[in-house]
């Protein structure tokens, strides 16, 4: 049982193009985490929300609590972007975390 | 960047032998944890700690044990490795009881042969 999906689990984007990763969950949350993950590379944190929407540069993220479900937008897209996005929620304490398995993105120029 | 080391950063070691992973932070932060990924699952927790020697066991926590002596420092031990434990595995750290972003250490990447 997966308390967190992810679709697609592979993405190939043209530079340029808009972007679109789902992230649907299961259990009850106080936050919804979205990571990225460069091949080879560590793990840093783009959003962390609890309702409604985020913006960063060209990333957009949403959530919609009543449906558990989450996207992450990125606007534009560019070589640079191609890496593992992983979603993630924290539990009610906030003190545990369920991850998705990650959307490799690649965005060829 | 969250001021946070592991080490070694990469190990190869043969099947059971004991190896210690050390996961090292400058923020004073109160939880730590240890995950580890593999190819088709997601970050999967092994064992956290909330304080110092303060702590809990995770759903793969099965031939792991941690300890936490100090703030700063979370060990990881294998006592004695399997070629299933073969995998990358990240430290993170979290700044305090409730919903905070975690920070993630750089990974060590741990090969048993």
């Known amino acids: 049982k997966n308390e967190v999906e992810q679709s697609p689990q592979n993405l190939t984007a043209q530079e340029g193009e808009f972007i679109t990763i789902n992230c649907s969950y299961s259990v009850g949350i106080s936050a919804l985490h979205w990571l990225q993950q460069h091949p080879g590379g560590g793990i840093v944190s783009l959003f962390m929300?609890?309702?409604g929407k985020k913006k960063h540069g060209r990333l957009i993220a949403t959530i919609n609590i009543q449906e558990k479900h989450s996207s992450l937008h990125i606007t534009a897209s560019h070589p640079r972007d191609s890496a593992v996005y992983i979603c993630?929620?924290?539990?009610?304490?906030?003190?545990?975390?369920?991850f998705g398995t990650g959307t490799s993105l690649t965005v060829i120029p | 960047d969250a001021g946070i080391t592991q080490s070694p950063r990469h190990k190869v070691t043969e099947t059971g032998t004991p190896v210690t992973l050390r996961c090292h932070q400058t923020?004073?932060?109160?939880?730590m944890y240890w995950y580890r990924q593999d190819p088709g699952h997601g970050l999967r927790l092994i064992h956290y700690?909330?304080?110092?020697?303060?702590?809990d066991k995770g759903e793969v926590s099965d031939g792991y044990s941690v300890s936490r002596s100090k703030t700063e420092d979370f060990l990881l031990t294998l006592e004695s490795a399997t070629s299933s434990q073969t995998s990358v595995y990240f430290c993170a750290i979290k700044g305090g009881q409730g919903p905070y972003e975690q920070y993630f250490g750089p990974g060590t990447r741990l090969t048993v042969t």
């Open positions: 993630a929620v924290s539990t009610y304490t906030g003190n545990q975390f369920y």
């Open positions: 700690s909330y304080g110092v020697k303060d702590t």
């Open positions: 929300l609890s309702s």
């Open positions: 923020e004073n932060h109160r939880y």
